[in-house]
């Protein structure tokens, strides 16, 4: 028999136990869950509802009315909740005698009565609850029978699989180790000699071969390691991207044509030649290897390549080998490859000056709609009526979205061509924050959200451009409000942390799921099945002005428990 179908048939004998005492495991769980929900669906519920009704009932006297309702309301609930035998006609009872203590409300006798029927209903579902507590008992006992059973005979199957299982696979290996040793030591004649009809048989007839054809392999073979090389060597100089291979000492392999030809250097001037030394006379090779040990994706390079200026973008590759008999890898060498983006920054650079112009363009026609909307508004143009007022009201917070949308798409355009003028001074914290609140304080009002501001004491200036601050600033309250629900609080924090002053944004709001939280500094991202209202630029233009003056920006948040955005900025 294979030695896979031994295993095959021992493990998955052993695998199929496992199932059904997780089945049979599972069913007793679920049966003794049922007998424990049948006891409090079906009789705690009327033991509470009972003791609502006695409690109202010794309430009648100081508070009649809302004594008579909640007893009323236990009352409709435990008829709703009749569940054990000879209860019915006790609960009707019970209703009966109710009816009449709503019109003579200070019958004591009836007050008496209506205790002894509260008193049987409940008497009733506690001889249940001890009954269905006796069979969810016998339910776990069975469970417990049922599943030592089957978990013994899982043992005993393990067990035997323990004892003979590593004894028919580790003998015929250590066999084979000892003469893979010795064919390493140069004694070819050595044999294996396993007589099963198994893989191992297979296995030692292959290793037989092997053995007897390790003379005739053992010249050299240096025709096939040639065509090797010459191949590689083409498919390096046929890739469009410059490509330069050094070895662990810096010391140039190789360099295809595409890499020669931004260097304007020769093969035979690079090849086998320091870079180190290179470097000196060639500055594009000296900006290659000068941080060779940076991470694989750098910003993009210029170069003036095919006649323009082009766009690199450098990935390091490190290559790493196992030499043969040792568990450690070695490094040998670095592979830079240049990647030619030029064609992706053209475009970028278009779309960029598109949005730029076209938003421009845009930004003077709306904030035109928005005077003319000033203007009708005023009494001396003329009375406007309601239906007037609500089309104006529309066309002026349209206007004001687009005019946002095109102030956002403006800013991101500088941004991105890096025409941001920042003006870095001291600034006080606290004066940011108040600006902030001030300019949201309308859209906070009109759902009652309140903010409170927490700071630590004597807090130092912050080194910042106090405009660009404050928008990121804003932006976070904004949100916050439009995430928030009415009538809740936004807290504003301010504390120093490691030299840094740090501001923060806390809501209770909906939260957002950690799989998004690392793209919602994106460009137009938005979180999906939130309210798409803006145009998902806010916290990509938050990011880069707190990067411009050296800071940090992030997120905390767990759905449900609301987010806490920040951003970090260092002090005077």
């Not at 392999?253 to 030809?261: I, R, S």
């Not at 779309?351 to 026609?365: G, R």
Request: proline residues 1%; aromatic residues 6%; glycine residues 4%.
């Amino acid at each position: 028999m294979k030695t896979k179908t031994k295993l095959n048939l021992g493990v998955g004998l052993l695998f199929f136990l496992i199932i059904i005492l997780s089945l049979v495991s599972a069913y007793c769980i679920f049966s003794i869950k049922k007998d424990t929900q049948n006891i409090l669906k079906a009789n705690y519920n009327t033991l509470e509802y009972s003791r609502n009704m006695l409690l109202s009932l010794e309430n009648i006297a100081s508070d009649e009315n809302k004594a008579i309702t909640i007893f009323e309301t236990n009352l409709k609930l435990q008829i709703a909740n009749v569940t054990e035998n000879g209860e019915e006609a006790v609960t009707n009872n019970l209703q009966e005698s109710f009816k009449t203590l709503e019109k003579n409300r200070d019958d004591e006798k009836l007050k008496n009565k209506i205790r002894q029927d509260i008193f049987e209903i409940m008497e009733l579902n506690m001889i249940a609850i001890k009954q269905k507590s006796d069979v969810a008992k016998k339910t776990a006992e069975t469970a417990n029978f049922s599943i030592a059973i089957l978990g013994t005979l899982c043992f005993l199957i393990a067990f035997n699989l323990l004892m003979n299982l590593p004894n028919n696979i580790a003998n015929p290996i250590k066999e084979l180790t000892t003469s893979i040793k010795e064919i390493a030591n140069g004694n070819y004649k050595e044999r294996v000699h396993f007589m099963n009809h198994n893989e191992y048989g297979d296995l030692a007839k292959s290793f037989n071969i092997m053995a007897k054809k390790l003379e005739e392999y053992s010249s050299s073979n240096l025709h096939k390691l040639t065509f090797e090389k010459k191949r590689l060597e083409t498919l390096i100089n046929n890739m469009n991207d410059p490509i330069i291979g050094l070895d662990n000492e810096g010391i140039l392999l190789f360099v295809n044509d595409e890499a020669l030809k931004i260097m304007g250097l020769k093969s035979e001037e690079v090849i086998g030649k320091l870079a180190s030394t290179l470097a000196l006379s060639n500055d594009l090779l000296k900006s290659l290897i000068i941080n060779e040990l940076e991470s694989a994706k750098a910003h993009p390079m210029t170069i003036f390549a095919n006649g323009k200026e082009s766009y690199f973008e450098k990935e390091t590759v490190n290559i790493t080998i196992k030499p043969t008999g040792e568990d450690k890898l070695i490094d040998i060498g670095n592979v830079i490859i240049l990647r030619n983006i030029t064609i992706f920054k053209e475009l970028d650079f278009a779309k960029t000056n598109f949005i730029a112009t076209v938003s421009h363009e845009l930004k003077t026609p709306i904030s035109s709609i928005k005077m003319s909307l000033q203007l009708l508004e005023k009494k001396e143009i003329g009375t406007i009526n309601d239906d007037q007022k609500h089309l104006i009201e529309s066309i002026k917070e349209d206007s004001q979205r687009l005019l946002k949308i095109t102030g956002e798409l403006l800013e991101l355009s500088q941004l991105e061509t890096g025409n941001i003028q920042l003006n870095i001074e001291k600034s006080k914290a606290h004066e940011i924050v108040n600006y902030a609140i001030e300019a949201v304080k309308t859209q906070a009002e009109q759902k009652h959200i309140e903010f409170i501001v927490q700071s630590e004491k004597n807090l130092s200036e912050v080194k910042a451009d106090s405009e660009k601050t404050a928008w990121v600033l804003i932006n976070f309250l904004t949100n916050a409000i439009r995430y928030s629900p009415d009538n809740s609080i936004i807290k504003v924090n301010l504390k120093t942390e490691n030299d840094q002053l740090v501001f923060q944004v806390i809501d209770k709001g909906q939260g957002i799921d950690s799989r998004y939280q690392t793209k919602i500094f994106d460009k137009y991202f938005q979180i999906p099945g939130s309210n798409k209202s803006g145009t998902g630029l806010g916290l990509a233009i938050s990011k880069e002005f707190i990067e411009a003056q050296n800071g940090t920006i992030g997120v905390e948040s767990q759905l449900g428990l609301g987010s806490t955005f920040y951003f970090k900025l260092g002090m005077v």
